[in-house]
């Protein structure tokens, strides 16, 4: 009867894929409960690599285990998966889940977020950004979590602000087995997925292959998705070594929702979008290639090694009005006069490749052990622009296909080289320190493509050398009041160079014809006949790396019924970069330092067992950002002095609560309530323009079909997800030109699936 189920299943996946029927979530692993027992516990049990805290070190960081990962709707991108931790905030810009999802840790947005996947760096080289709608259905993939706030270890090369998410791929099983998930939704909303992994072959070998499908069609209009996503596992295990080989992919067709809509334009219509071109899609895939191999060299030894190889491929396309002829060189190309103004459609294309190696050596001695090891990377992007078609034109009329109107590479090479040291000095006092240097190296040119020729070419090379120490101390104090009680701090600096557009104005990049980086000296660069300009060279940014110091302190609690952990933040920055606030002469931001700035906060994680069907779980943080010092000079010369201003785009405060009933082992429910507190869109501390505060309340029921009857059904499971039960309109982003601008979030909708177990 199984087989026939399971064949049955798979073949609804792939017929649903034919049909283009839409999907959602992912159902919990059942938790055998016994009437007497408390059903909140060991929930902390997370793979500890070299890059993560263990539970005999308690920092700022929250953990989530695999079967966590599935009772959060693991369908949702990550992002999406995160917001019940404290001080994480997640939204996506089509409203709804799918296509670009954003995180926050402590305000800081993903340019600031450090990403590891099994030990691997994996923020973008160029703009430091995690571009989540590349990795499709990633969770469904993933062990377990590791989020780690503020300034964290050096382990994997990374620098963040805010914080790490650690990921970690499944382990696989020694048994064959398997699972297909259907579900669907609100808005389009649909997923399909079927995992299946071998178990255990000849010769200590295990593989296992997921593939998903998911799309919708976006709460705000023309913000639809699809997406496809592939990973591929293989491992062998030995008596001395273990080799993991990781491939996985994904392509995303997304229609463009990065634009935020008008407050009177959401006051008609909240599903508003300011892009009306039908076409307005970005199309991209971003295939992963990693090796693994940990050789046991003692009892006290192992050396790790990680090889990885990222390319990145598409484009994203745009109709736009009155453009200048000259700007994409139809001067040339049409016979217009270089200042007339036409509407097309153009492509921005990139290629991205990207190939690095992470080495480390691990020690245990006595009471600690000590990681040794770094990274290095060569990252080449080239970047170009196509004319697709013009008014009044066809493409025959004039445009090759291979016709560029401006191009420009990008090439980096970095490296950093770390020690981490852990010891228990004496039992229950454990002190950690953890030094990091590192190197970045970056060239820029635009290629003598259309009008980019002569003194309208630009070039740079910026080149950046930070050390970074940490330090910290955990005490487990022992027993108090019942549970076990400790206490931590610690301290650490990171700094983190300007990304490629951050060189350039925020709204006028390497792109536009004319527009000059943003440097303070330069020199001609001539061709070989020692008379033509061949391109402008630039040195010494304006924009300058920021540097942060953190000081972190909190306690912990658990007992056998509740748990806590109540820690607080002072990071104190020097150059932060910072949207200015100030304008140009089109209306549109520039970026650049604040000299001083103070971010603050406070962070509470509780969980608790309220008796042995009910816990509870809180996720609470408070924060005070500002400037200290932040003087500039806009544009036209206009003097803005906005010390002691709050900083734009931080909520002021996060939380999420969740009440979960376990009715019995195999019927769970949920209703969990998400409260974001006020945003301001700009620098000034105007009242006027700000997002209000706002609270959406959930609701989510987990059933295995066997409860209702249907016994040949026991490996399946049904879900239903109700979102926003209150309809509660609200927004999650924006920014102030004129009037507000917002990001609004998704009104009352559902998702509702099936997954069945094999």
Request: proline share 4%; glycine share 10%.
């Amino acid at each position: 009867m199984q087989s026939l189920i399971k064949k049955i299943l798979l073949g609804l996946f792939f017929l649903t894929h034919a049909a283009g029927i839409m999907p959602t979530s992912s159902f919990p692993a059942e938790v055998e409960t016994d009437e007497d027992e408390p059903i909140v516990h060991e929930i902390d049990e997370v793979v500890i690599t070299a890059s993560r805290y263990g539970n005999e070190v308690r920092l700022n960081l929250s953990n989530i285990t695999a079967e966590e990962l599935e009772f959060r709707e693991p369908d949702l991108p990550l992002p999406m998966l995160l917001q019940d931790l404290p001080g994480v905030f997640s939204y996506s810009d089509a409203g709804s889940n799918l296509g670009y999802t954003y995180l926050k840790i402590r305000g800081f947005d993903q340019h600031r977020v450090g990403v590891l996947i099994n030990g691997i760096p994996f923020n973008d080289p160029e703009d430091h950004n995690m571009w989540w709608v590349n990795m499709p259905d990633l969770s469904s993939s993933l062990e377990d979590i590791q989020v780690q706030r503020g300034v964290t270890n050096s382990i994997g090369g990374l620098a963040p602000m805010g914080g790490t998410i650690d990921l970690v791929t499944k382990r696989l099983s020694e048994r064959e087995q398997g699972r297909v998930s259907l579900s669907a939704g609100s808005y389009g909303f649909g997923r399909q997925m079927v995992r299946y992994e071998t178990g255990d072959l000849n010769g200590g070998f295990r593989s296992s292959l997921r593939l998903s499908r998911q799309n919708s069609d976006g709460y705000r209009q023309r913000t639809g998705v699809e997406q496809w996503g592939v990973f591929w596992t293989g491992e062998h295990q030995s008596d001395r070594s273990f080799t993991r080989v990781n491939i996985y992919t994904g392509q995303e067709i997304t229609h463009h929702a990065w634009n935020a809509s008008p407050q009177s334009a959401l006051e008609q219509d909240r599903t508003h979008n300011p892009e009306t071109y039908h076409n307005a899609v970005d199309n991209f895939k971003q295939p992963h290639y990693e090796l693994h191999n940990d050789v046991y060299l003692s009892d006290n030894w192992t050396l790790k090694n990680s090889l990885y190889y990222v390319q990145g491929m598409g484009y994203y396309e745009n109709f736009k009005e009155d453009r200048t002829a000259q700007d994409y060189a139809l001067d040339q190309h049409l016979g217009l006069d270089a200042g007339d103004e036409v509407d097309l459609v153009r492509r921005k294309y990139v290629r991205k490749d990207q190939v690095g190696w992470v080495p480390r050596i691990l020690y245990e001695h006595g009471k600690g052990r000590l990681v040794m090891g770094g990274d290095v990377y060569k990252f080449h992007s080239n970047h170009w622009g196509n004319v697709m078609n013009v008014s009044g034109y066809t493409p025959d009329d004039f445009i090759d296909p291979q016709f560029k109107y401006h191009e420009y590479v990008g090439d980096k090479k970095a490296y950093n080289l770390y020690a981490n040291e852990r010891f228990e000095v004496v039992d229950g006092l454990t002190l950690m320190g953890d030094l990091q240097y590192q190197h970045k190296h970056y060239d820029f040119l635009q290629n003598e493509v259309g009008n980019f020729v002569g003194d309208l070419r630009n070039g740079y090379t910026v080149e950046y050398d930070f050390f970074n120490p940490k330090g910290g101390v955990h005490w487990q104090a022992g027993r108090l009041v019942g549970g076990d009680f400790a206490m931590y701090g610690s301290v650490g600096v990171n700094h983190r160079e300007p990304t490629d557009n951050e060189l350039y104005d925020t709204w006028d990049g390497a792109d536009d014809l004319g527009v000059r980086p943003l440097f303070n000296q330069s020199r001609q660069v001539m061709k070989d006949d020692g008379v033509t300009v061949d391109h402008i060279q630039w040195w010494d940014p304006k924009v300058r790396e920021e540097k942060v110091v953190d000081y972190e302190a909190g306690v912990s609690w658990a007992g056998e019924f509740l748990s806590f952990t109540l820690g607080g933040y002072w990071m104190d920055f020097t150059d932060e970069i910072v949207p200015y606030g100030g304008t140009n002469e089109e209306g549109f931001g520039i970026r650049g330092n604040s000299d001083k700035t103070l971010h603050r906060g406070l962070e509470l994680g509780l969980r608790a067992s309220v008796n042995h069907r009910n816990s509870l779980t809180l996720a609470a943080s408070r924060s005070w950002d500002k400037y200290e010092v932040f003087n500039f000079i806009d544009w036209d010369g206009t003097p803005y002095d906005y010390s002691g201003n709050p900083i734009a785009l931080f909520p002021e405060h996060l939380l999420s609560v969740s009440w979960i009933t376990q009715w019995n082992p195999g019927v769970r429910s949920r209703i969990r309530v998400r409260n974001v507190g006020k945003q301001y869109l700009d620098n000034t501390g105007d009242e006027d323009r700000t997002i209000d505060p706002w609270t959406t309340v959930d609701l989510s029921l987990w059933l295995g079909l066997d409860q209702i009857g249907l016994k040949a059904l026991e490996a399946a499971r049904a879900f239903i997800h109700l979102r926003n039960i209150g309809d509660v309109e609200y927004e999650t982003t924006g920014y102030y030109s004129g009037e507000n601008y917002y990001i609004p979030g998704a009104g009352r909708n559902f998702a509702v699936g099936l997954d069945y177990d094999f």
